[in-house]
């Protein structure tokens, strides 16, 4: 649009007709340890809701983009850096979600193999990884309306098992057959049984290639695991489709 355009475009507007409202980011960070889905929580360091848990984020500033706006507080507030990987996946302005005005947050989503050092920092007085099942069960309780974006994250991911390759984002370069079925388990809460999971996966070629070696023995002794590596299928979809309720994890 010219310049002329522009002009002719604002006579007779009035910004002070329109209320006021910043714009926030959050960012959901989520990956596995030891077997469990876990996500990147804060503890607030000031007011409001001082001391509480929530999602990294903050103010998007006037001078950056949604995107420069995520990948800063993530970085200021946790020490994590996933600039390359952060989607989009929601937005939040409910009157009242945040007490100090009207607020719309844009919310992020990642999901990380390792998330590496945490390291808390800017205006958070903690982080660190939280059983995702905490949050959901309410053991953890969560600043704002964290709790509903963080449950909208999962819903998104558990589809996204389904019809994308993610499940393969939560798992190293190899990794077992039990390692990528953990993945689903915790993500789906149900459990799969492991000789239906392998048929599942190696049934057909260019879902998982043999490396020809195995992971390292276990405290338990017996045979190592044997270590696979992403085939190209996941380009196209997933495997499995998610269980009915009845096979919930107990």
Excluded: C
Aim: no cysteine.
């Amino acid at each position: 649009m010219t310049k002329t355009r522009v002009d002719d475009a604002l006579v007779g507007y009035d910004p002070s007709q329109f209320p006021p409202f910043a714009v926030t980011v959050d960012v959901v960070i989520l990956t596995m340890s030891e077997g469990e889905l876990n996500v990147l929580l804060v503890r607030r360091g000031q007011a409001p809701f001082e001391g509480e848990w929530a999602t990294p984020g903050g103010f998007k500033r006037p001078t950056e983009t949604l995107d420069e706006a995520a990948k800063r507080e993530l970085t200021e507030e946790t020490g994590v850096d996933a600039a390359r990987l952060l989607t989009q996946f929601g937005a939040y302005g409910d009157p009242g979600r945040d007490p100090r005005m009207n607020v719309v947050t844009v919310a992020y989503l990642a999901v990380l193999r390792e998330v590496g050092a945490v390291v808390a920092g800017s205006d958070a007085a903690d982080a660190r990884l939280v059983p995702v099942t905490d949050v959901l069960n309410g053991k953890v309780e969560l600043a704002f309306d964290h709790e509903r974006i963080v449950r909208d994250a999962i819903t998104r991911v558990r589809v996204e098992l389904e019809v994308s390759g993610v499940a393969t984002a939560f798992v190293g370069v190899t990794f077992t057959l039990a390692e990528l079925r953990a993945v689903y388990e915790a993500i789906w809460d149900v459990q799969l049984d492991g000789a239906n999971f392998r048929r599942s996966i190696v049934a057909e070629n260019g879902w998982v290639i043999p490396t020809r070696r195995r992971a390292r023995p276990g405290a338990a002794g017996g045979k190592p695991a044997e270590l696979f590596r992403a085939g190209k299928l996941w380009k196209y979809g997933g495997p499995i489709r998610r269980p009915q309720l009845n096979q919930k994890r107990k």
